[in-house]
């Protein structure tokens, strides 16, 4: 089918948005639209064994036991509908079409009816019914062919994400939280899969692929699809996790097309409410919606990153709050199966990000304990730019990351970086913000590109050598040092030291009486000055008690009095702390050492030819890991000569002038 088929089909299906106008909000067109769309497939599907499951259903009709096994079997599918009705008979009849509709709908069997009470289909129905449409809407959709011979499953489902799209644009929802482009899709999964064609040509093998945001189930499809056409053998087995209700439906009740199984298909959170605990599987991939927050989950999360630490599978630590992105990742590493000790099991997982989780969070930040963990555990195999304008809900650039536990031995130790921001192609026309999409020899190349990465890197005359790179692990980590300066002061006593001795605590709680005869002492000191602290104390002490009054101690009251007459100098006399120099923490500064490159060899080398004072502070470096894709592939490109610019400026000017000369004659 190609698109202009499936795009009239989805028109004809959103054509009932003419009926609810005014009786329905915009964004609410979909809360019909879609679950009759996911009624009318089944009712297709079901249509060749419609009369040998109603016979069947009879048959069994007065025995004491459950019949679904001899449903399933009568349909050819995992569901059954019991009813002679079908919704043009329904439309047959409009004075007891609710009536009707109601009872049609609950002689599906239960996985079929817990797809359609997903979209609340009962209030749906009254809704329709008191508004005097339901009749009309029953009539749109008896003629919306949508057999299986006429729309195959791969194009039901571009049928399903153009009617989410159009409901999302009416409801202000991101239609990318519910849906992947299909040529992204199939980018992924070729790099998911590509490794493993020769494992997969095995007769019988069995695969088992999990994508724990699935939404409509696009990306578990074009898995499905991609492995058995290299093994039309093979059996894939599907798995997912979906929030959103809807979405949750139609992947769901496409499953039960396929006659896969739709009990594989869980609804909610991942992250709170894991759907397939203690599971693993040979592929995971998903695009999880970028930097939303997760603040409706945190102390599930929390919980489980404190109590449970790596047993769970939040352990490696925690990102920011407002973006979840690599949460969804550390829950995918859990599901990887283990490796054995001669090489066999492990996985694959494939994920989108955009470019956060590439290089947000300082060392020590959860958001680089978490990359940390993947590098050196050896599981990141490599990073793919994509094209920017490729998704429908943002314009931003995006990644693929590519992590497995059983790298080859050519790949260990090591990750690749591959560019593919210059490999797409304009669209005719734009589906919101998506502009640009990877072509089907676009994608080949990619592909190849990928499987050949170490030679390429290696190979110099490789036409796309500068496209793809090669690291070391190690290459990525750093140590982030804490340099100091010692802290130089000379002292002084003025009128703004005064005041500011007056408004400190620890002179304030000597009693108004004792702190204002201190600060009286100190006035006769006005304008003097001393180099070092020694000397400032003996001077400020004799005038104290000269004058009467009692040398306060203690060490906040020191404190506070070297913080008023202080003043910072070069210099000045260099502050001790226990004999120790203490640090000047207004020239406190951080640098980023490579972690193969020794921290004191790099402080005499770029630090102490510019302040030889400085020392590192040991006890605060931190370990961080980064991925600064953008830097390794930035190729400097030479500003024009000014000659250039400036007779283009002048031909500019010469043609400003030639029009102001017809303007005026």
């Not at 009707?100 to 019914?129: G, H, M, T």
């Not at 644009?169 to 493993?196: C, K, W, Y």
């Not at 304008?389 to 790949?411: E, M, P």
């Not at 982030?480 to 005064?498: A, H, N, Q, W, Y």
């Amino acid at each position: 089918m190609n698109n202009s088929k499936h795009t009239e089909l989805a028109n004809h299906a959103w054509s009932v948005a003419d009926l609810l106008r005014g009786d329905y909000k915009q964004s609410d067109y979909g809360k019909v639209i879609l679950p009759f769309t996911v009624l009318r497939r089944l009712e297709c599907v079901l249509e060749p064994t419609r009369e040998a499951v109603v016979e069947t259903a009879e048959k069994f009709q007065d025995e004491d036991f459950d019949a679904g096994r001899f449903l399933q079997r009568a349909s050819g599918h995992s569901f059954y509908n019991t009813s002679d009705l079908t919704l043009k008979k329904i439309a047959g009849d409009p004075q007891n079409a609710a009536t009707n509709l109601q009872l049609y709908v609950a002689r599906f069997s239960p996985n079929a009816r817990e797809v359609l009470e997903k979209y609340d289909f009962a209030n749906q129905i009254k809704r329709l019914a008191s508004a005097n449409l339901l009749y009309q809407v029953i009539t749109k959709f008896t003629d919306l062919d949508l057999r299986p011979e006429v729309v195959s499953n791969h194009n039901m489902g571009y049928i399903f994400e153009e009617l989410i799209r159009r409901f999302a644009e009416q409801s202000n929802e991101t239609a990318g939280e519910h849906f992947t482009p299909r040529e992204v899709i199939t980018l992924m999964v070729n790099l998911l899969v590509a490794p493993d064609s020769d494992a997969l040509s095995i007769p019988g093998v069995v695969r088992t692929v999990m994508d724990p945001a699935c939404g409509t189930g696009g990306m578990l499809s074009a898995a499905g699809e991609h492995i058995t056409s290299l093994n039309p053998d093979a059996t894939v087995e599907v798995y997912g996790q979906e929030l959103n209700p809807e979405s949750w439906a139609i992947c769901r009740s496409d499953l039960m097309i396929k006659g896969q199984n739709p009990e594989h298909i869980a609804a909610g959170n991942s992250f709170s409410d894991d759907g397939h605990t203690r599971a693993s599987f040979d592929y995971l991939l998903a695009n999880p919606p970028f930097g939303v927050e997760w603040k409706k989950v945190k102390d599930a999360i929390t919980d489980e990153h404190e109590n449970l630490g790596d047993a769970g599978r939040f352990g490696a630590g925690l990102p920011r709050i407002n973006d979840g992105s690599l949460l969804f990742l550390q829950h995918m590493i859990s599901k990887m199966k283990p490796v054995s000790g001669d090489g066999k099991g492990g996985s694959r997982v494939a994920i989108v990000f955009n470019g956060s989780p590439l290089f947000t969070g300082a060392a020590g930040s959860g958001e680089s304990e978490i990359r940390r963990w993947i590098i050196e555990n050896d599981w990141l195999e490599a990073v793919v730019a994509l094209p920017d304008q490729l998704f429908y809900n943002t314009g931003i650039s995006t990644y693929f990351w590519i992590v497995t536990n059983r790298k080859d031995a050519d790949h260990q130790g090591k990750v690749v970086l591959l560019d593919a921001r210059g490999q797409w192609q304009k669209m005719r026309k734009s589906l919101g913000d998506k502009r640009k999409f990877v072509s089907d020899e676009q994608i080949k190349e990619i592909t190849q590109l990928y499987g050949n990465a170490l030679e390429a890197a290696a190979d110099e005359e490789h036409p796309l050598h500068g496209k793809v790179k090669v690291f070391r692990n190690e290459d990525f980590g750093y140590r982030r040092i804490t340099v100091e300066r010692p802290l130089k002061l000379r002292f002084e006593m003025t009128e703004d030291t005064l005041s500011l001795l007056a408004a400190a605590k620890p002179v304030q709680k000597l009693g108004t009486e004792r702190a204002e005869a201190f600060v009286g002492a100190l006035k006769t000191l006005l304008g003097k000055r001393w180099e070092t602290k020694e000397a400032a104390w003996l001077a400020m002490k004799g005038a104290v008690v000269d004058a009467g009054g009692l040398w306060p101690t203690g060490g906040p009251f020191n404190k506070a009095l070297r913080d008023a007459v202080g003043v910072r100098d070069p210099e000045g006399e260099v502050q001790l702390v226990k004999g120790e120099t203490e640090p000047d923490p207004e020239l406190r500064d951080y640098e980023n050492v490579p972690l193969d490159e020794d921290v004191e060899e790099y402080l005499r080398r770029e630090v102490l030819p510019h302040v030889p004072d400085a020392w590192i502070d040991h006890s605060k470096t931190k370990v961080g890991y980064e991925i600064p894709f953008t830097r390794h592939f930035y190729v400097y490109e030479p500003p024009r000569p000014l000659a250039e610019i400036d007779a283009e400026l002048k031909e500019l000017e010469r043609e400003i002038q030639v029009l102001l000369g017809e303007v005026t004659e």
